[in-house]
């Protein structure tokens, strides 16, 4: 096959599926913003002339700089969060909004329009619950240093403690579908709702993937919302809450190994001084490191028992996740059906 040919087929595979998405699916868009006002117009333009039938919320959370009437200028519909933070934001437009596909994206201007496509392509031909548009060259241009800097941190951390599913936990451009919307329970408050996206996707093994998409600098005017210190004790706080919740016997037998490394060292001398004399001269020191083993037994006890409860914790979810429909009531196409016809489109397209 011919390179121009091979670009034909390739352009032909592409319109088509951009054809059965738009007509079979319902896309929702949503973009939450907090003083966008520079570029939220261009976000919300850009969005509709990729997906012109797909609809596009903006959720304003208390902006002062005239970014809600910007955004509807624009052609967005335009609703307010007034609880300050964006995990209370995307908490609200997952409840109210409904949809087959979604796509979330900042109002920065940083994500670019013209990618929601293959992030829909690839939650439709892989069958995904979220794709994760991960940042490249974030680490080159965060915005800050400090930034930068924690973006790695963080991720090697949850590596570390929830698996290997995902590599950049922290971008805001994703594609999800309606079951994973619908089951997921949203409790952060701020910035750290990406992270709780993530651990909710590797708790339940839901099909995650995720694909490099760059990452653009933000315009003149328009700048960061994250502190790096404030912002940064936030996420490690809720990654130690989510371990907690989500693998309660590392967490607490992390805590119980501690706690008898403690009663270890001051048990030692203690012990040892008894065998030579027969005597246990420091009363204080031996009662301190058998309270200290207490502790231990206590929370290792705990971490078992809480570890039973988080496993039936996460059946129910699973439950509750297999239990809703793959499309919303609107739309009467299922999504299986969509997959057969695309790809039986495709199918007579390359025999053409």
């Not at 979220?130 to 490249?136: A, E, K, L, N, S």
């Not at 060259?137 to 951390?157: M, S, T």
């Not at 439950?319 to 499309?327: A, K, R």
Request: aromatic share 10%; glycine share 8%.
């Amino acid at each position: 096959m011919s390179d121009t040919s091979a670009g034909d087929h390739a352009s032909a595979h592409a319109g088509i599926l951009a054809g059965s998405i738009s007509g079979d699916l319902s896309i929702a868009v949503l973009i939450p913003c907090y003083n966008e006002a520079s570029t939220i117009s261009d976000v919300v333009n850009g969005f509709r002339e990729v997906l012109p039938t797909a609809r596009v919320y903006v959720y304003d959370n208390n902006s002062t700089d005239g970014t809600a009437l910007k955004a509807m200028l624009a052609g967005a519909e335009v609703m307010r969060e007034r609880r300050q933070g964006k995990g209370h934001v995307v908490r609200r437009m997952f409840a109210d909004i409904e949809a087959d596909l979604y796509i979330m994206a900042d109002g920065d201007g940083t994500y670019s329009p013209k990618d929601a496509e293959e992030l829909i392509r690839i939650l439709l031909t892989e069958r995904a619950d979220m794709v994760v548009g991960t940042r490249r060259g974030v680490h080159a241009d965060a915005g800050r240093q400090g930034h930068a800097a924690g973006n790695r941190l963080f991720n090697i951390l949850y590596r570390a403690i929830f698996g290997r599913d995902f590599t950049d936990i922290f971008s805001g451009y994703r594609a999800f579908s309606r079951r994973f919307v619908k089951s997921f329970p949203a409790v952060s408050g701020g910035f750290e709702i990406e992270t709780e996206m993530s651990v909710h996707a590797s708790r339940l093994k839901l099909p995650v993937t995720e694909i490099e998409l760059d990452y653009g600098r933000r315009p003149e005017g328009s700048h960061s919302k994250l502190s790096t210190y404030r912002d940064g004790g936030k996420i490690l706080w809720m990654f130690a809450m989510l371990m907690k919740e989500t693998r309660p016997f590392a967490f607490f037998g992390a805590i119980s190994s501690v706690f008898m490394a403690m009663s270890l060292i001051f048990m030692t001398p203690v012990l040892i001084s008894y065998f030579e004399t027969g005597l246990v001269e420091r009363m204080p020191t031996w009662v301190f490191s058998l309270v200290l083993m207490v502790l231990s037994s206590l929370m290792f006890t705990a971490g078992l028992i809480l570890d039973s409860v988080s496993r039936a914790r996460a059946e129910q979810l699973r439950i509750h996740y297999m239990s809703l429909p793959l499309q919303s009531r609107t739309n009467s196409t299922p999504i299986n059906e969509t997959f057969v016809e695309t790809s039986a489109q495709r199918g007579g397209k390359s025999a053409a």
